[in-house]
């Protein structure tokens, strides 16, 4: 899960870099995608550690 984290974490600051240049109906958008992606991936590692 540490690789998939590293990819948020990547996206996150390349989304940080441009976000004052994207329009705000998109920018809103892709936060909004960024937060249902932290939340899958929290509810996988969940998943992960009753699996173990």
């Known amino acids: ?3 998939l984290e590293t990819q948020v ?3 996150e600051e ?3 870099s441009f976000k004052d240049e ?4 998109k920018r809103e958008k ?3 995608l960024i937060d ?3 939340d899958q991936i ?5 998943q992960m550690e009753k699996m173990e």
């Open 30 to 32: 892709a936060e909004q």
């Open 22 to 25: 994207v329009e705000p109906e």
């Open 1 to 3: 899960m540490n690789d």
């Open 9 to 11: 974490e990547q996206t």
């Open 14 to 16: 390349d989304f940080d």
């Open 42 to 46: 929290e509810f996988l590692e969940e």
């Open 36 to 38: 249902q992606i932290e």
